[in-house]
């Protein structure tokens, strides 16, 4: 056999692992400092009651020989993406429910969704970026080219019509910055896509943390995206569903190449490689959807809002550029003194013992910048900037 040399092209040493080697070797040599983790993107409080409530009740059904169920449609019960279809209507969009699919999460889909495009498309990706849809494109041997996203354009680049590109990543509230984009700028986006005949890849992992009626959740809050944006979005921050696995894309029927429509493909590549998500954890995500699971996810939601606020009125206090933590649970702040990313990680982690990531992980234009994230639980993250208040005091 010959193997797919592309993942010759791919870093073996992912970012999280090489954090986690440097916070072991600190731990191991000071096992009486108390390290506080503000890196890795996972949540820490637990699933909403009615969320749990309904994961035992479907888990009593299938012990049961009246309600067991087995294989389900690839594509998703519609008791889930009934509820998802209301979800995007509340926000003043129209969704059919064959344009809904549920998904494991939105990492599988991020990646799976390249099956339905050739090798010798140009994908374009802001940079800095969530690593995943660079290693994927190179894992498949694609031409990726770059966007810059800076302090000068606000970390929300837009697009430059001199570039010709296939397929367009873009996350928003954004993963690493917590940059948001408004709907004028979305706008440009969605009109290069449909002029150049490409594809907007949208990632809305954390539509959920932006308040801001006027910010759009969706990409389909955009008029002309449903002819040229395939979204993807998850349970994960949402509901906490980091390891209980549920997400969702939206493949609208009217993005067509030629004559061929995307909806249809994807539905193809779906149902022959991929058999859907458990019934138990469709359950558990339908009750996210009701009311009072809506009730109770918000509760958690404010609770990492309220992290966010705690960590950035610190650093305003001490004048350190950042942005996010307002509509995103991650702020993206400037590494004082001119320091590497990597140089303020090893300050932070001597002096204070606060984890966090460094922006170089995330692309060349990280470099400098440093993610802390609020997912911690409260404790923590008051200890944290009470740390970072004496220290840079
Ligand atoms: N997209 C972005 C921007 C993320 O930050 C993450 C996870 O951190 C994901 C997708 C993956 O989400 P999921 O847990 O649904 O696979």
Known sequence: MNINTNYQNISDSYLFSTIAKKVNEFAAANPDKKIIRLGIGDVTLPLCKVVVNALKSASDEMGVQETFRGYGPEQGYDFLKTKIQSYYKNNGVQLDLDEIFISDGAKSDLGNILDLFAQDNTVLVPDPVYPVYVDTNTMAGRKIIYIDANAENDFLPLPDKSVKADIIYLCSPNNPTGAVYNKEQLKAWVDYANENNAVILFDSAYECFITDENLPRSIYEIEGAKTCAIEFCSLSKMAGFTGTRCGYTVVPKSITSGDVVLNKMWLRRQTTKFNGVPYIIQRGAEAVFTEEGQKEIQENLNYYKEN??????????????????????????????????????????????????????????????????????????????????????
């Open 308 to 393: 966010a606020k705690i960590i950035s009125d610190t650093l305003k206090k001490h004048n350190i550029w950042h942005i996010g933590g307002k509509h995103s649970p991650y702020i993206w702040l400037k590494c004082p003194n001119n320091m590497t990313s990597w140089e303020f990680f090893d300050y932070l982690l001597n002096n204070v013992q606060i984890v966090g990531t460094p922006g170089s992980g995330f692309g060349k234009n990280g470099e400098g910048y440093f993610r802390l994230t609020s997912f911690g639980s409260r404790e923590n993250t008051l200890e944290a900037v009470k740390r970072l208040d004496e220290f840079l005091g």
